[in-house]
């Protein structure tokens, strides 16, 4: 009885976790729905009173957001069908092949993972201007088709399916490519579609990047479109702001909730060998 | 395993191609930009040997700029470190019921847009309307203008970082900690040995893997995250208050225009980043089992 009571305390610091990292998207939900009125005199007050669709006609109304929206999309969906291609015929390499310098060529594709950003962004940049590849999507996609810990992870999943299977289509005189489509891929959808929703959470989410390449704001993405909404004083437009803010976070989150289980368990393996 | 080194390298290819392009050209690029005097639009570039390098090592920027690095990085440990090993052990080992609610909704946060985070934040910490202002107005103390003044202004860009990242250090590091088997906690547990000992004696070797993994990822990301909300509130200041080693790689290039100083300052950023993965797979290797 007094160890369960006890055990039941451990809650408290959980729950307080929950708290702070559900406060600001709590205030960012409940300003994005009030008016200039309501933010300023109630901004501790959680629940917007009456609620109001200001901000969002306003955004919807006097802002090119399907623009933004229609650039976002186009970039993440390149972005995360590339990232997969590379990244399953990557990983296939290395679970179904024995070749020269496997693990120095494996390590030094995982080593990327752990570049930092800002040391790329130079080169690359005089790169896509050399190619005039500046202010078009092409210029924020090429940089970002593969991907060091999405190789990784394909290769944590295949690595779980039964040699013996493998084996047995190459008894039938399936070629390597069958093999991949026929065998693998039919395995491991779970983990590939989580695969793939990371990548496209990542490339949504994308700011920095975007940022440098993209200059007229017709070609803005939904991240880099945020900054339009905080002036230099720290801006006074915060309904707005919050509402695009809103928008801009709804799709990941959907995606999160309908795929969570296999999202947090393809997540789990990515530190446990690494 | 087949032996067809062709066809392996035939499925390889792609990513080979992109990763020399776009991660390990830019590295050398880097080391030779860094001898040059330039300004990225004029045709011709001047040959200045070491020299961009002695400027950096001979102003006092570098000294500010490397505290400020030490110290986001410092409070990032705190919090995307320290905190999620401690909340992945009371998750994984202390709690029975609802274990999976906390995990998903924890995580939640690290599916969000830094630049949706620095947004809400910037209101947070408003320092005349912001819900932080109201909260201290309210006990009687004036909020101070958090990204306006030295020192402060890395801890609330820290808090940024560490909102986003916090869920996704603490699932990482739970997924090691479900994996210490329960029966020899149990076992300990029969012969009293306090939360503590667990914890000390069992549980950090066990885990020690993982966790040199998480605490490489709260360095490395923390300072990658780090550019999105500095570049939206700050800028790097007040007066290079919030610039630290990695900002100031895009700064020099993009802001001042410098380009050889741009990139010895990324030769220097990654130097410091090859010490601290050396040092931790020189520890893991020892310690890590690998399959296969």
Redesign the interface.
Same mark, same amino acid.
């Given at each position: 009885m007094k160890i369960s009571k006890l055990?039941n305390l451990?809650?408290l610091?959980?729950l307080l976790?929950?708290l702070v990292?559900?406060w600001?998207?709590v205030?960012?939900i409940s $300003?994005s729905f009030k008016d200039m009125n309501q933010?300023?005199q109630a901004?501790?007050n959680p629940l917007p009173l009456p609620p109001t669709l200001v901000n969002y006609e306003t955004v919807l109304n006097n802002f090119p957001f399907f623009t933004f929206l229609n650039n976002t999309l186009f970039i993440a969906i390149f972005i995360t069908v590339i990232k997969l291609? $590379?990244?399953v015929?990557?990983a296939?390499?290395f679970v179904?092949?024995?070749?020269?310098y496997k693990e120095v060529?494996f390590n030094?594709?995982l080593? $990327?993972f752990?570049?930092?950003? $800002?040391?790329?962004?130079?080169?690359?940049?005089? %790169?896509m201007s050399k190619l005039g590849l500046l202010n078009t999507p092409w210029g924020v996609i %090429?940089?970002q088709?593969?991907d &060091?810990m999405g190789?990784f992870l394909m290769r944590q999943t295949m690595?779980g399916i039964p040699k013996a299977l493998l084996e047995a289509a190459?008894l039938e005189n399936a070629s390597?490519l069958q093999v991949l489509y026929k065998v693998i891929l039919p395995l491991i959808r779970p983990s590939a579609t989580a695969i793939s929703i990371f990548f496209f959470?990542d490339a949504?989410?994308e700011?920095?990047w975007p940022?440098?390449v993209l200059q007229d704001k017709g070609m803005y993405t939904l991240?880099?479109a945020?900054?339009m909404?905080?002036s230099a004083e &720290? &801006?006074s437009e915060?309904g707005i702001?919050?509402a695009v803010?809103m928008l801009?976070?709804l799709p990941?989150?959907i995606?999160?909730f309908v795929s969570?289980r296999f999202?947090?368990n393809t997540?789990?393996?990515?530190?446990?060998? &690494? | 395993?087949?032996?067809?080194?062709w !066809?392996? @390298?035939l499925?390889?290819l792609?990513?080979?191609l992109? +990763?020399l392009? +776009?991660?390990?050209?830019?590295?050398i690029?880097?080391l030779y930009?860094s001898f040059f005097q330039w300004n990225?639009i004029s045709p011709t570039m001047k040959f200045v040997g070491i020299t961009n390098y002695h400027s950096i090592f001979v102003s006092a920027e570098l000294l500010k700029i490397f505290f400020n690095t030490i110290f986001l990085v410092f409070i990032l440990l705190i919090l995307n470190f320290v905190l999620p090993y401690i909340?992945s052990y009371?998750?994984g080992h202390?709690?029975?019921k609802?274990q999976s609610f906390?995990?998903?909704?924890?995580?939640?946060?690290s599916?969000?847009?830094?630049?949706?985070?620095?947004?809400? +934040?910037?209101?947070?910490y408003?320092p005349?309307?912001?819900?932080l202002s109201?909260?201290l107005n309210s006990i009687g103390l004036e909020s101070p203008r958090w990204f306006k003044e030295d020192g402060l202004v890395i801890i609330a860009i820290a808090t940024i970082i560490a @909102?986003k990242s916090?869920?996704?250090n603490l699932?990482?590091?739970? /997924? /090691?900690m479900v /994996?210490v088997p329960k029966e020899l906690i149990e076992a300990a547990k029969l012969e009293n040995a306090s939360n503590w000992i667990i914890f000390k004696r069992i549980i950090l070797p066990m885990t020690s893997p993982?966790a040199l993994?998480?605490f490489?990822i709260t360095v490395?990301f923390g300072? !990658?995250y780090m550019?999105?909300p500095v570049?939206?509130?700050t800028q790097g200041g007040p007066n290079q208050g919030s610039s630290n080693l990695?900002?100031i790689?895009?700064q020099y /290039? +993009?802001v001042f225009f410098q380009?050889g100083k741009?990139?010895a300052f990324?030769v220097l950023?990654?130097i410091f980043?090859v010490v601290i993965?050396v040092a931790k797979y020189k520890f893991i290797d020892k310690k890590?089992h690998?399959?296969?």
């Open positions: 055990k451990w809650h610091p959980l976790a929950i990292q559900f600001p998207l205030f960012m $300003t933010i300023f901004s501790l291609v $590379t990244s015929l990557a296939f390499a179904y092949y024995d070749f020269k060529i030094s594709m080593l $990327t752990f570049i930092p950003f $800002t040391v790329l962004i130079m080169p690359n940049y005089l %790169l %090429l940089p088709l593969v &060091g190789i690595r190459v390597p959470i949504w989410n700011y920095f940022l440098l991240p880099l945020l900054q909404f905080i &720290g &801006g915060w702001a919050m803010a801009t976070c990941p989150l995606l999160y969570q999202i947090l997540f789990m393996q990515s530190g446990v060998k &690494g | 395993m087949h032996k067809s080194n !066809q392996a @390298w499925f390889l792609p990513a080979t992109l +990763f392009i +776009f991660f390990y050209r830019p590295l690029e880097n930009l990225m909340y009371i998750l202390l709690i029975t609802m906390y995990r998903s909704a924890l995580f939640l946060p599916t969000i847009s830094l630049a949706v985070a620095s947004i809400i +934040f910037l209101w947070f408003n005349i309307a912001g819900p109201i909260i @909102w916090f869920g996704y699932i990482v590091m739970l /997924a /090691a /994996a993982t993994y998480v490489t490395v300072l !990658q550019l999105v570049n939206m509130i990695v900002y790689v895009y /290039a +993009f380009t741009s990139a990324a950023t990654m980043y993965l890590v690998y399959e296969n």
